[in-house]
């Protein structure tokens, strides 16, 4: 064999090198120095159908181990809801999980980072130690954007404590009819006052900066996230408030109600929109081409990418997953770029592929779908910074967080009624007084005064999951130290007389619910709720505090009640909840939905012809903060 000469192989070794050096300069999505656009163009002609395809799925993270990441190029990962690595996981076993993906995907022929996705609703509320907010539905009733923008910065930084950069919020659904299970995730029945809180993408994307084209999408920042503008649209307006129902309305009157959150979020800047389960007019909004499509990207210029709902395309049909095939096509037809396909993406992967090379779906299709998809990875830097680290995870649960959290409950709170007409007002009331009955269901359960979507998708029970603050420990911490406080969660009236109580705070209310396991035809209290109204109420002054996440049957109680306070769903800080009852702060909230007498008006909202509340929309007492208050 004939030796090569050295000079050769040096030759040979520095052409190649300087082949290799021009190929990698020659990839210019890999370049930061380029645009957003030129980085995208670059990287998209570079992939192949099953490289765009994977670009398309987000898989459930349970689904992402073993090498699925690389294998199928995956495009994102997420948490359904509950979720998680390990039991009370920390921000460092999050942040472990991600990593790993991370490791996954960037070794794949291109290195196209992944992200992850989340249900961040109210807070980072699947993540043990995180600060819980209130429920929209509470946030509505503060009136007060600027709160919520500052409530949407906390949370970001909460989510990224754990790595995650992609928050599935806000909702912005207008709620018509408080028997939807979904009403409290509702800022109001206002579409006005559901636009005014958009203001919460501000706090988890960042300001938008004022030469920034509308439609285009932005996030500042490692320190914030994706925010999602959902479900796109009307959900909120379905029949009866039958979850993933129909919504039955002019276009007029979809657009003056239902739409305008959505303009306001794409003008500040929303990353992606969610489709959502419901229909309009009958149309199944997954397969609706001409909002999608038509005036989503081509009226409105949203520029960020939409996506579906879990497990979207199944819910097309009944029985659900019935001609798959047809409901993919429908639904990448329409215009929704990335789908949430939990499980069967393999599946996905197969009859995409096989409508796009038999020309059912044009490339055209697929290739916006990933350009927005690119576009929305480039411009949060992912490509630069694809790996988690730990600069952040002791902003997970922190002290000004809960503060804020506090100050967020004490700002919801709605007093509907405070004293009787032969009295004087009861609330605020004193601290110093020789004893108090606290009683009802929700005044010492975390999991009761948080709701649903918190650690699981449908709520917890008790106090072990979370941390925080109970009703019953706000009130224990406000009250003089002299002061005696007794709980009992149902007492019997005889109890009630025969103790000695100054008064009685009772909270009662809904158990945690989501989605259609929330939807309620009867909207009463829950048992012994009544119970404990009627014996603690009949007996001695109260006050009464209703943990729901909408308006309930209270009329046939309401003359028993001294005072009669809307709570909402207020969140892991229940002293904020003290902080009113007993007047460090004054009440100021307002109610962001109708207060009906009873279920037979539904659906009733302000400006309707047979609008009869039982309190109006806008309705809210206010009382002043005292200094302490010792005696009656």
Not at 158 to 187: F, H, K, L, N
Not at 274 to 289: D, F, I, L, R
Not at 467 to 493: H, M, R
């Given at each position: 064999m004939a030796k090569i000469p050295f000079f050769l192989v040096g030759f040979w070794l520095l052409s190649n090198c300087a082949g290799l050096l021009e190929a990698e300069d020659m990839m210019k999505y890999k370049n930061p120095k380029e645009s957003n656009d030129v980085r995208v163009e670059d990287l998209l002609n570079r992939m192949t159908l099953e490289e765009k395809i994977g670009q398309m799925l987000q898989i459930e993270r349970k689904c992402a181990s073993d090498n699925v990441l690389n294998k199928y190029f995956i495009g994102?990962?997420?948490?359904?809801?509950?979720?998680?690595?390990?039991?009370?996981?920390?921000?460092?076993?999050?942040?472990?999980?991600?990593?790993?993906?991370?490791?996954?995907?960037?070794?794949?022929?291109?290195?196209?980072?992944?992200?992850?996705?989340?249900?961040?609703?109210?807070?980072?509320?699947?993540?043990?130690?995180?600060?819980?907010?209130?429920?929209?539905?509470?946030?509505?009733?503060?009136?007060?954007?600027?709160?919520?923008?500052?409530?949407?910065?906390?949370?970001?930084?909460?989510?990224?404590?754990?790595?995650?950069?992609?928050?599935?919020?806000?909702?912005?659904?207008?709620?018509?009819?408080?028997?939807?299970?979904?009403?409290?995730?509702?800022?109001?029945?206002?579409?006005?006052?559901?636009?005014?809180?958009?203001?919460?993408?501000?706090?988890?994307?960042?300001?938008?900066?004022?030469?920034?084209p509308n439609g285009l999408p932005f996030i500042a920042g490692k320190e914030k996230v994706l925010a999602c503008a959902k479900h796109y649209v009307g959900d909120g307006g379905t029949i009866d408030g039958i979850n993933e129902s129909n919504t039955v309305i002019d276009i007029n009157e979809l657009m003056e109600i239902h739409m305008p959150g959505y303009l306001s979020s794409i003008s500040k800047g929303v990353a992606t929109v969610?489709?959502?389960?419901?229909?309009?007019?009958?149309?199944?909004?997954?397969?609706?081409?001409d909002l999608i499509t038509g005036f989503l990207k081509n009226t409105l210029h949203f520029q960020g990418f939409v996506i579906s709902d879990f497990e979207g395309i199944d819910r097309i049909t009944t029985p659900h997953r019935a001609n798959c095939t047809d409901s993919l096509q429908a639904a990448v037809s329409s215009g929704i770029d990335m789908f949430m396909v939990p499980k069967?993406?393999?599946?996905?992967?197969?009859?995409?592929?096989?409508?796009?090379?038999?020309?059912?779906?044009?490339?055209?299709?697929?290739?916006?779908?990933?350009?927005?998809?690119?576009?929305?990875?480039?411009?949060?830097?992912?490509?630069?910074?694809?790996?988690?680290?730990?600069?952040?995870?002791?902003?997970?649960?922190?002290?000004?967080?809960?503060?804020?959290?506090?100050?967020?409950?004490?700002?919801?709170?709605?007093?509907?009624?405070?004293?009787?007409?032969?009295?004087?007002?009861?609330?605020?009331?004193?601290?110093?007084?020789?004893?108090?009955?606290?009683?009802?269901?929700?005044?010492?359960?975390?999991?009761?005064?948080?709701?649903?979507?918190?650690?699981?998708?449908?709520?917890?029970?008790?106090?072990?999951?979370?941390?925080?603050?109970?009703?019953?420990?706000?009130?224990?911490?406000?009250?003089?130290?002299?002061?005696?406080?007794?709980?009992?969660?149902?007492?019997?009236?005889?109890?009630?007389?025969?103790?000695?109580?100054?008064?009685?705070?009772?909270?009662v209310g809904e158990k945690p619910y989501a989605e259609t396991h929330g939807d309620n035809m009867n909207l009463t209290i829950p048992s012994p709720g009544p119970e404990t109204i009627t014996n603690v109420c009949g007996a001695i002054e109260c006050a009464v505090v209703i943990i729901s996440g909408r308006p309930l049957v209270i009329q046939p109680y309401v003359g028993l009640m001294d005072a009669v306070v809307a709570g909402w769903l207020p969140g892991s800080e229940g002293q904020g909840v003290a902080d009113v009852l007993f007047g460090d702060y004054g009440f100021t909230g307002k109610l962001p939905r109708t207060w009906f007498k009873s279920v037979v008006q539904l659906p009733m909202n302000v400006g309707d012809a047979h609008y009869d509340p039982l309190f109006p929309f806008g309705f809210g007492l206010t009382t002043e903060p005292t200094e302490a208050i010792y005696s009656q």
């Open positions: 994102s990962v997420m948490s359904e809801g509950g979720s998680i690595p390990v039991p009370k996981a920390s921000a460092e076993n999050w942040i472990d999980m991600l990593n790993e993906f991370q490791k996954d995907a960037l070794s794949t022929r291109l290195g196209i980072p992944v992200f992850y996705g989340i249900d961040a609703v109210h807070g980072h509320n699947t993540v043990y130690k995180a600060t819980i907010f209130p429920h929209n539905i509470g946030l509505g009733a503060t009136r007060d954007p600027e709160l919520v923008k500052r409530i949407g910065a906390a949370t970001a930084l909460e989510v990224r404590a754990t790595g995650i950069q992609y928050a599935y919020a806000p909702c912005v659904a207008v709620c018509r009819d408080p028997r939807w299970g979904r009403c409290y995730e509702s800022y109001s029945e206002d579409p006005k006052l559901v636009e005014a809180m958009t203001d919460i993408i501000l706090g988890l994307q960042g300001d938008i900066p004022d030469n920034m969610m489709v959502s389960y419901s229909s309009w007019n009958g149309v199944k909004m997954h397969t609706h081409h069967f993406y393999k599946n996905f992967i197969e009859d995409l592929t096989i409508l796009v090379k038999n020309e059912v779906i044009p490339m055209s299709r697929i290739d916006d779908a990933v350009r927005r998809i690119l576009r929305v990875k480039f411009m949060m830097g992912i490509f630069e910074n694809p790996f988690a680290d730990y600069s952040l995870v002791n902003y997970l649960g922190t002290k000004e967080h809960r503060e804020l959290a506090r100050e967020a409950v004490r700002k919801s709170m709605v007093l509907l009624k405070n004293g009787k007409s032969d009295k004087k007002p009861l609330l605020p009331l004193p601290k110093k007084v020789p004893k108090i009955l606290v009683a009802g269901s929700h005044a010492n359960n975390l999991g009761y005064q948080c709701g649903g979507w918190t650690i699981e998708w449908q709520g917890v029970s008790g106090n072990n999951l979370l941390e925080g603050t109970t009703i019953l420990d706000a009130i224990k911490n406000t009250v003089d130290s002299e002061t005696i406080v007794i709980y009992e969660e149902n007492p019997d009236i005889e109890f009630v007389k025969s103790n000695g109580f100054s008064y009685a705070i009772v909270v």
